[in-house]
């Protein structure tokens, strides 16, 4: 593999490196940071680079390709550049049942994509994902880190205002 | 009007409910002091005379669970289970996000129990607040000494450390649950050798889901007797109900099992919106079996009632679905969840789950056949059981109950896609 020849261009902030070794004697093997480190490069970069993946396996002492199939099977890991607003849209039964679907087609709608696609800017992605666990508030929905429940046409048109101004 | 009983839940509400001050307050760790002093095995004894029983799903008796431990071990880890990821399932939340020390007493206590020093916390990666509030609260335990190396002043070490989840609704199996914590993929292992001797690092392990670990600071401090006061003599204790879908108000609440589930739905709910009829509830969590509303009006809330009527208590996540739900429509929302959500390590469940869902997405969309039907029916039996672990059941289990129990539905959508429960609503739109 050529990396070994590239120069690597991530490294974790001073701070992470004190976590990290914080954490170091939490796990009995090192693979078991493997999790842990894919969620710091994510939080610090929005994405987990291909860069970073290859400086998590070394930290971990495992191989890049180990680190790329976890960061493939967690459908979380972000391996694409940061979009600045992710919405995700549960589309599990419960929320079904309260019409999660007409919430899933006005975004659609008013932000001219279908699920599964980011607008061209770069700005929103679009998804219909599994239950949440905010089975009582339904329909709802996920933007970034925050929960937005018992969602009507009216309650999204006045968030897209407010995602619309910074 | 039925009353809630509010052990579980009973500081929900309050200001400041997640930070230690406000636990400290209402009394919090004054038990694990006291369980401190007992002696390990004593403790176990008390949780065993509770008779609780895990609240994750299976509902196997937790202090029995214990004493699976083998006498001599190099290392006992306690892994909790905050992966709620059943659908329907929306109650461990709940004390992540606002009795975080709740849990964590009952961390200390369980290992104090089991002697363990290192207590892993898996917590599902979609849960952003509730993990900022479960890492502060671990925080303030760390400060306050009760979690680190010299534990409420015993000398006692006790680790406390949260792992995220990154998306995989198999993680909550417990086996596939260590294997991601060890950094690799969540796929369930084989068993045995069952986590209590082989467990994570290979080390002895217990598991235990959070709304039963809750439970342990309050049958420490009651004792097993006040605990048994509440609930049926095989299923005791309150538990927390998670009622989604067609009913007047949604939410979680706490009851002693044993309570009917049409006084849930009918009396803590408000009844089914806009009047309309009720048509079927799952009482456990997607993956248990589907009852109509006939066998709903007679069933009892404890594990064993929901078992002789054929179906599970589970996470007792509850869903109900009025007369305008259509059955292949709601079980295609499902099978569409499950064929996302299979591993893909054993073949049966990999290709079946995928199958599955394309048929029943097939059959929803009108352009089904008899024959696909069919074919339907027989997949659900054919991968249940013939998988490493139990996903593949929970596959099964809804495929065949709604196929069973509202065969004529899906018979009209294979001849000519008629559906009659198609007159209105968003829900089914």
């Known amino acids: 593999m050529a990396a070994t020849e590239r120069k690597k261009t991530f490294r974790f902030s001073e701070k992470r490196e004190k976590e990290i070794a914080a954490l170091r004697g939490r796990y009995e093997y090192p693979q078991g940071l493997i999790m842990p480190l894919l969620w710091m490069a994510q939080y610090d970069e929005g994405w987990v680079s291909p860069e970073a993946m290859e400086t998590i396996a070394e930290i971990c002492e495992t191989s890049p390709a180990w680190v790329y199939s976890l960061a493939t099977f967690y459908t979380m890991f972000e391996l694409e550049r940061p979009i600045r607003y992710q919405i995700q849209v549960c589309h599990n039964l419960s929320c079904s049942l309260n019409g999660s679907e007409s919430i899933l087609a006005h975004l659609e709608k008013k932000l001219g994509i279908r699920a599964g696609e980011a607008t061209e800017d770069g700005r929103f992605r679009l998804s219909a994902v599994e239950c949440l666990a905010s089975c009582g508030s339904g329909p709802m929905m996920q933007v970034n880190t925050e929960y937005y429940e018992q969602l009507t046409p009216e309650k999204i048109d006045a968030l897209l205002e407010e995602f619309g101004r910074d | ?47 065993k005379a509770s008779g609780l029983r895990g609240r994750g799903g299976a509902g196997f008796p937790t202090g029995l669970k214990w004493t699976f431990l083998p006498k001599e071990r190099e290392k006992t880890y306690l892994c909790v289970n905050a992966d709620e990821s059943e659908p329907g399932t929306f109650k461990d939340r709940l004390i992540l996000d606002f009795d975080p020390h709740l849990l964590l007493e009952g961390i200390l206590i369980t290992c104090h129990a089991l002697k363990s020093d290192h207590a892993f916390i898996y917590i599902r990666g979609e849960f952003c607040r509730p993990y900022r509030r479960l890492r502060d609260a671990v925080r303030e335990a760390y400060d306050a000494g009760l979690f680190g190396d010299n534990v409420m002043g015993t000398g006692r070490t006790l680790h406390c450390t949260i ?152 996470s007792a996540g509850v869903i109900v679905m009025d007369e305008t739900t259509c059955m292949v429509k709601a079980l295609d929302r499902l099978t569409h969840f499950y064929g996302h959500e299979s591993c893909g390590q054993c073949t049966p469940c990999r290709e079946g789950s995928g199958w599955i869902a394309e048929i029943v997405s097939k059959i929803a969309s009108g352009s089904g056949t008899p024959a696909d039907l069919d074919k339907l029916v027989d997949l659900g039996r054919q991968i249940s059981g013939n998988t490493i672990c139990v996903f593949s059941d929970a596959v099964s289990m809804p495929v065949t109950s709604f196929t069973t129990k509202f065969r004529s539905e899906f018979e009209d959508h294979v001849n000519g896609g008629v559906c009659v429960a198609k007159k209105t609503t968003a829900a089914t739109a």
């Open chain 2, 1 to 47: 009007m039925i009353e809630q009983v509010r052990h579980l839940t009973a500081r929900m509400g309050k200001n400041n409910s997640p930070t230690i001050e406000s636990y400290r307050d209402d009394g919090g760790y004054e038990t694990a002091m006291k369980a401190l002093a007992m002696e390990p095995e004593e403790v176990i004894e008390v949780v």
């Open chain 2, 163 to 314: 792992h995220r989840g990154g998306g995989a609704y198999i993680c909550g199996e417990e086996t596939a649950l260590l294997n991601s914590i060890e950094g690799k993929k969540g796929q369930p292992r084989i068993k045995p050798p069952f986590p209590t001797n082989h467990g994570l690092f290979g080390k002895s392990t217990v598991i235990n889901n959070v709304e039963t670990l809750a439970n342990v600071p309050l049958i420490l401090r009651d004792g097993a007797e006040e605990f048994r006061k509440y609930g049926t003599e095989k299923s005791p204790g309150t538990r927390l109900f998670g009622v989604s879908g067609h009913v007047n108000r949604p939410g979680v609440y706490e009851f002693p099992h044993g309570i009917r589930l049409i006084d849930l739905i009918e009396d803590a709910c408000g009844g089914v919106r806009d009047g309309n009829a009720l048509k079927a509830v799952i009482p456990g969590g997607s993956s248990v079996p589907i009852l109509t509303a006939d066998e709903a009006r007679e069933l009892i809330l404890c594990f064993d009632a929901c078992m002789a009527a054929g179906t599970m208590l589970g």
